[in-house]
Each structure stands twice: as C-alpha cells, then as structure tokens.
C-alpha cells in the first residue's frame, strides 16, 4: 500500500479541523487511568467534536452510553472516537462552545465478527482507515481479529446499513447482550432483515415507532447473546426494538443551531446550485454564502463523510448549511489504468498510488467488483487517511485511454514553484492557467501565495508520464478557500441551545471547574 512519502501539515483552520482530531487521538492513549475518588470533571472541563468545538462538562452534565448512565470517570477513560449527540446550552454563533447538558454516546453494533474479509459484524460491513480508534483490539490491528470475536462499533452508517467505524472495541469477554442497527428491510409479521442479518423479534413490541414500524424504518435492536450463532443464523432472544432517528434524536421544536457529522446518502442528478444532499434522515441546504472546507460542491457524493454545520428546522428536518467540511481530504485521479492494475474486490493503482475499495465504493461500471478488460481512462474518487492510505469512494469508466487529458486532485506534499508534488506525483505548472476555488481566474502569483504543505489542489487538462510521475497541467485550481473568511451569520432565529452530532476527538483540561469542581 501506497503511503504519502512527505508529512501532511496543518495549515489554517480548514486543515486544522482535518488533522488535528486525529492528533489528538494518535496522541492520547485510548484508554486513560483516573485516580480512584477523583471525578473525571475535575481534571477534564470540556469534551471537543471533531478537534473543534469544545463544550463544557459540569457537575449537571448527563453522561449515557447506549442509554445507560456512565460516570464521568468511565467517559474520560474510553470516550474517544465515540459517535455522540451534545446537547448544548448558551451555545455561541460558530457552534464551537457552549455548555454540554447531556453528552449520548452511541455503538451501532455490539456482537460478534461473522466475516473478517471484508470485516463485518452481525453480518453488517465494517470500514475501518487509519482514522478508526482501536481500543483492545489485537496486536491494534484488526487483520488479527477472527470470526466470533467479540466487537462494539460505533460510527457513521449509510442507507445500505454499510458502516465507516470511529471507534472499534475488542472484549475478550462475552457480551450480555449485542445490539443490531440499522435501516428495516423484508419485514413481515415479526420478522426482519437488517442489511443481510435476519431478525426475529416475536413476543416484542416496537417502541417509539411513530408512524407504525415499516421498511425503510431506522431501529436500534437489543438482543442477549445467542448461543450457537453464526453467520448465517436468525438473531433471536430480541428484548426491545426502538425505531430512533439516526441523527438528532428529540430535537427541540423550532430552528436549532446544529452541526451534524455523517454520510451523505443521497445527492440529486444533476447536482443543483446551490446544492442540496441527505444524510440519512436530514436534508441539507446550501446557499451562495456557504463555505466549503476540504473539498468542493462537487465532491458531494453518496458516502463521502461531511459535517454540515448551521440551522435545523425539527419540523421539516432541513438543515440550513453555513458550512460543509469535509472530514477526510478529498482526493481524486483519472488517467489510463492497466487491467493488471485492478485487484477485484480490493483495490486499484492508479498514477502510482494504491488505492482501496470499501464498502462504501460507488462502482457503477464493475469495475472495482470485476476488474478491466483492456485499458481505459478510469476516474478514481476517494479520500486520504491520516496515515496516508487511501480509499475510493466512486469508480468510473472515462472512455479510451488519454495520456494528454488526465487529471490529479489531493493535498501537496512539496512546493517548488512552478512545480507541486501531490500524492506522489510531480506537477508542473509553468504553462498553465490559475483557479481560485470559485473557480475565478487568478495568476500564478496569487495561487502559489495561498497554496501551503496540505492544501488541497487540482491539476486539470495534464498530460502524464507514467514512467517518471510527471504531469504537465493545463489548469491549475484551488480547491478550498487559503483565507478564511470570518463567521457571517445567516439570517435565521438566533438559538442559544443547540445539537452537535459527531465523532469525541478529546478532553480539554483548560479551564477550572465551578460549583464544587476544583
């Protein structure tokens, strides 16, 4: 596997947002000692969201994981990398502080491994990247894992009840109980599928499913372990089934300040502007003010993990976006492809970089699930990880191969003006034109003035040597904003309680605790 030879550096607040989270959880230990007697809060006054918004804990903060209540001390010692909702209170304009009044951390699984390639719990897809916190896992690796063991996952699910794991715990224990989610299929009489995992929930009664329990239907499913499972069983011994909103769970009534972390699940075609998308049960607006971090409007794609961040109306569940950044660099290549560069079912090399299917990998024309049968212009879409792997989040036939009209997207590793070097690959551009990232002309001098180690760029309309990893770009275009524009405030109720759906990337220690916390 192909791995960025130079180091990816922080720069502004858009890259910062990326990396950073992932700093922290690298340098923070996954589970931490609290001395005995002393309440986590005392040392920990604030839990952050995706590396940015940080949010007090009081002596009144609700702590739950899965609905049961957790002391402050069990959270500080294993709470990164959950997916949690924060409700906050007094919370500020950028959705960035405010008091947490309850923090709900939520697994999506809990059971056993029933496939190990690909991963899979209680037959659901699991993706773990280098972004995904292990917490006992084998060896931290989860090549080590094995059918049966024992897992609770936690992250953000698409429509097709395939998962993108923040956080994976191993027990070598058994489990009282394992937990199911996901979205309803082939439901009839007390029977369900989740994915391709059979439910048989004879003798319990849906809760809070208004209207009634029906395909489509999102649930969480609570079932004690069952002997004798495996992967082609009925999951049995079901206690409770409670259709849930995947995203804000009893929001408050009106407008909500919010940010909101997950996959995109639906995108129209064509793509309108200003755009719109679906995460799961919320759809999100833009408008001309919306700020992009991390990517563009056109890197809106089903799968691609996002935070939307602005105004959520409860009773239409439509959320206004002042911004939408994306959680992992977005990178993307199209050049000639080889068939002996396709591995079915795993991966594809394209200009010199390995590049891994998912379960999330949008392979419209096979060929990630059959392969090429003669060379052809493919365009890879994906993302970058943390430790430089890559993931294809869509693959798409581009016709006869064209040496003279390919094209490289990601973040740059080496700047030698007028030459680039973007995931591995040498970009000259002396002789090309210069995009801003509302794609207006600008000079060379103003681009190389905002591009730094990290920023995102693309070069379009390039010829490429495959044999020294060499493109000449036609144009050259900023794919996010170098200066980051001040926080400017839409024209909407003004909220001061608010919602924060995303991934706990860490606990600050900065400020001192009042009302008896020391």
Same mark, same amino acid.
């Given at each position: 596997?192909?791995?960025?030879?130079?180091?990816?550096?922080?720069?502004?607040?858009?890259?910062?947002?990326?990396?950073?989270?992932?700093?922290?959880?690298?340098?923070?230990?996954?589970?931490?000692?609290?001395?005995?007697?002393?309440?986590?809060?005392?040392?920990?006054?604030?839990?952050?969201?995706n590396g940015i918004r940080n949010f007090n804990v009081t002596s009144g903060t609700s702590i739950t994981l899965d609905g049961n209540a957790m002391s402050a001390a069990q959270f500080a010692a294993g709470g990164r990398g959950f997916n949690a909702l924060v409700r906050i209170a007094n919370i500020d304009p950028s959705t960035t502080s405010g008091d947490a009044t309850?923090?709900?951390?939520?697994?999506?699984?809990?059971?056993p491994v029933t496939s190990v390639d690909p991963l899979k719990v209680l037959n659901q897809p699991i993706t773990v990247t280098g972004d995904t916190v292990l917490v006992d896992v084998p060896g931290n690796d989860p090549g080590q894992l094995s059918v049966g063991s024992l897992l609770e996952v936690s992250g953000y699910m698409d429509t097709s009840n395939t998962i993108?794991?923040?956080?994976?715990?191993?027990?070598?224990?058994?489990?009282?109980?394992?937990?199911?989610?996901?979205?309803?299929?082939?439901?009839?009489?007390?029977?369900?599928?989740?994915?391709?995992?059979?439910?048989?929930?004879?003798?319990?009664?849906?809760?809070?499913?208004?209207?009634? !329990? *029906?395909? $489509?239907?999102? +649930? /969480?499913? &609570?079932? #004690?372990?069952? =002997?004798?499972?495996?992967?082609?069983?009925?999951?049995?011994?079901?206690?409770?089934?409670?259709?849930?909103?995947?995203?804000?769970?009893?929001?408050?009534?009106?407008?909500?300040?919010?940010?909101?972390?997950?996959?995109?699940?639906?995108?129209?075609?064509?793509?309108?502007?200003?755009?719109?998308?679906?995460?799961?049960?919320?759809?999100?607006?833009?408008?001309?003010?919306?700020?992009?971090?991390?990517?563009?409007?056109?890197? !809106? *794609?089903? $799968?691609?993990? +996002? /935070?939307? &961040?602005? #105004?959520?109306? =409860?009773?239409?569940?439509?959320?206004?976006?002042?911004?939408?950044?994306?959680?992992?660099?977005?990178?993307?290549?199209?050049?000639?492809?080889?068939?002996?560069?396709?591995?079915?079912?795993?991966?594809?090399?394209?200009?010199?970089?390995?590049?891994?299917?998912?379960?999330?990998?949008?392979?419209?024309?096979?060929?990630?699930?059959?392969?090429?049968?003669?060379?052809?212009?493919?365009?890879?879409?994906?993302?970058?990880?943390?430790?430089?792997?890559?993931?294809?989040?869509?693959?798409?036939?581009?016709?006869? =191969?064209?040496?003279?009209?390919?094209?490289?997207?990601?973040?740059?590793?080496?700047?030698?003006?007028?030459?680039?070097?973007?995931?591995?690959?040498?970009?000259?551009?002396?002789?090309?034109?210069?995009?801003?990232?509302?794609?207006?002309?600008?000079?060379?001098?103003?681009?190389?003035?905002?591009?730094?180690?990290?920023?995102?760029?693309?070069?379009?309309?390039?010829?490429?040597?495959?044999?020294?990893?060499?493109?000449?770009?036609?144009?050259?275009?900023?794919?996010?904003?170098?200066?980051?524009?001040?926080?400017?405030?839409?024209?909407?109720?003004?909220?001061?309680?608010?919602?924060?759906?995303?991934?706990?990337?860490?606990?600050?220690?900065?400020?001192?605790?009042?009302?008896?916390?020391?």
């Amino acid at each position: 596997m192909n791995t960025m030879q130079e180091p990816i550096i922080m720069r502004c607040r858009s890259l910062a947002r990326w990396l950073l989270p992932i700093a922290m959880l690298i340098a923070a230990p996954a589970l931490a000692e609290t001395p005995a007697g002393i309440d986590a809060r005392a040392a920990t006054s604030a839990v952050t969201i995706n590396g940015i918004r940080n949010f007090n804990v009081t002596s009144g903060t609700s702590i739950t994981l899965d609905g049961n209540a957790m002391s402050a001390a069990q959270f500080a010692a294993g709470g990164r990398g959950f997916n949690a909702l924060v409700r906050i209170a007094n919370i500020d304009p950028s959705t960035t502080s405010g008091d947490a009044t309850q923090i709900e951390l939520r697994n999506l699984l809990k059971g056993p491994v029933t496939s190990v390639d690909p991963l899979k719990v209680l037959n659901q897809p699991i993706t773990v990247t280098g972004d995904t916190v292990l917490v006992d896992v084998p060896g931290n690796d989860p090549g080590q894992l094995s059918v049966g063991s024992l897992l609770e996952v936690s992250g953000y699910m698409d429509t097709s009840n395939t998962i993108v794991a923040a956080r994976v715990q191993f027990h070598a224990n058994p489990l009282d109980d394992w937990k199911l989610s996901g979205y309803v299929a082939g439901l009839s009489g007390t029977t369900l599928a989740i994915g391709s995992q059979s439910v048989d929930f004879t003798g319990v009664t849906p809760l809070n499913c208004t209207p009634p !329990l *029906a395909n $489509g239907s999102f +649930v /969480e499913i &609570e079932a #004690f372990a069952n =002997a004798g499972y495996t992967a082609a069983s009925v999951l049995a011994q079901v206690f409770k089934l409670e259709c849930e909103d995947p995203n804000f769970s009893n929001p408050p009534p009106g407008t909500t300040q919010v940010s909101l972390e997950g996959l995109i699940t639906a995108v129209p075609n064509p793509l309108p502007t200003p755009a719109t998308f679906s995460m799961s049960s919320v759809d999100v607006v833009t408008t001309a003010q919306t700020e992009y971090r991390g990517g563009t409007a056109d890197d !809106l *794609a089903v $799968g691609v993990r +996002v /935070e939307a &961040e602005g #105004f959520y109306d =409860a009773a239409t569940h439509l959320l206004t976006a002042r911004e939408v950044h994306f959680t992992q660099a977005q990178v993307r290549f199209e050049a000639p492809v080889a068939p002996a560069a396709v591995t079915p079912g795993e991966s594809i090399t394209i200009m010199d970089n390995l590049v891994q299917f998912t379960a999330q990998t949008r392979d419209e024309d096979g060929i990630a699930a059959f392969g090429l049968g003669s060379t052809r212009q493919v365009e890879v879409r994906g993302l970058v990880d943390s430790e430089g792997n890559l993931f294809a989040t869509r693959i798409r036939d581009r016709g006869n =191969a064209d040496i003279n009209d390919t094209r490289l997207r990601g973040p740059v590793s080496a700047i030698a003006q007028p030459e680039l070097t973007i995931l591995g690959n040498t970009v000259d551009t002396s002789s090309a034109v210069f995009r801003d990232h509302e794609n207006q002309p600008i000079s060379a001098a103003q681009f190389f003035a905002q591009v730094q180690i990290g920023t995102i760029v693309s070069a379009e309309d390039a010829t490429y040597n495959a044999a020294t990893h060499h493109l000449i770009a036609g144009t050259m275009e900023l794919e996010e904003d170098g200066i980051v524009s001040p926080t400017v405030q839409t024209e909407a109720p003004t909220a001061t309680n608010g919602l924060s759906r995303g991934t706990i990337t860490g606990f600050g220690a900065d400020k001192i605790f009042a009302n008896g916390f020391n």
